[in-house]
């Protein structure tokens, strides 16, 4: 089955500084690949999300690249503020599956 | 109605009581969901329903019984529980639009606490 691979664990950044956080997955048929934030004690939101058929994709501060051939993906963050500090959960899933797979979670921390 | 909304919001039982968590969403989805979430851990897909059928269990317990009455409703049963059970427990639900992998759209989730 696949398996997602997050790092770093936890991740501290100065208030406008750039953070990254990247996932690797095992299965070469996976190819949905969402991005949820989860401030404590609040469900899980969905910030971006990428489909294999796509390299890259931004929305203002948050951007999401794939590379299908190493099999991994990233989250950038650019101009952090503290509001982005959350953990950030990674996952993928395949084609004609329901199940998503999620990476272990990093703790981003934004400090002022 | 953008969101998905469970009930309660806390919930402790001790472990020899018979309750259960409810899922609701009106935005016409057709796949719902049941997670469980331990402290800084990723949320762990339990239940999947499609279409009102139990398409995925990830080999839960039989203690958790999930049920989907119609197409917006997803309730957990709950019995005979154990105090390692306690935990945040999640529902989610995505479009299902012809098989395609769908963004999932998680509830508040329900705290539960087995003592």
């Known amino acids: 089955g696949e398996n997602v691979e997050q790092h770093p664990s936890t991740l501290s950044v100065q208030e406008g500084d750039s953070a990254v956080i990247k996932c690797t997955y095992s299965d070469s048929a996976s190819n949905y690949f969402p991005w949820y934030k989860q401030e404590l004690g609040k469900r899980p939101q969905l910030i971006i999300d990428i489909r294999s058929n796509v390299g890259e994709k931004k929305d203002q501060r948050i951007a999401v690249t794939l590379n299908k051939t190493a099999k991994h993906f990233s989250l950038h963050i650019t101009e952090t503020q503290p509001e982005d500090s959350a953990v950030y959960f990674c996952?993928?899933?395949?084609?004609?599956?329901?199940?998503?797979?999620f990476g272990a979670g990093t703790i981003l921390r934004v400090k002022s | 109605d953008t969101e998905v909304t469970q009930t309660p919001k806390h919930l402790v039982m001790g472990m020899t009581n018979k309750k259960s968590l409810k899922c609701e969403q009106h935005m016409g989805h057709r796949a719902m969901y049941w997670y469980k979430q331990k402290a800084k851990k990723p949320p762990e897909l339990m239940f999947v329903y499609s279409y009102e059928k139990l398409s995925i269990n990830e080999s839960v317990p039989s203690r958790f019984s999930p049920e989907c009455p119609n197409s917006s409703l997803l309730n957990l049963h709950l019995h005979a529980l154990q105090p390692e059970d306690s935990a945040l427990y999640l529902c989610?639900?995505?479009?299902?639009?012809?098989?395609?992998?769908?963004?999932?759209?998680f509830g508040p989730g329900t705290r539960l606490t087995v003592l």
């Open positions: 996952a993928a899933s395949t084609e004609y599956g329901n199940k998503l797979v």
């Open positions: 989610a639900s995505s479009p299902q639009r012809g098989g395609r992998a769908d963004t999932q759209y």
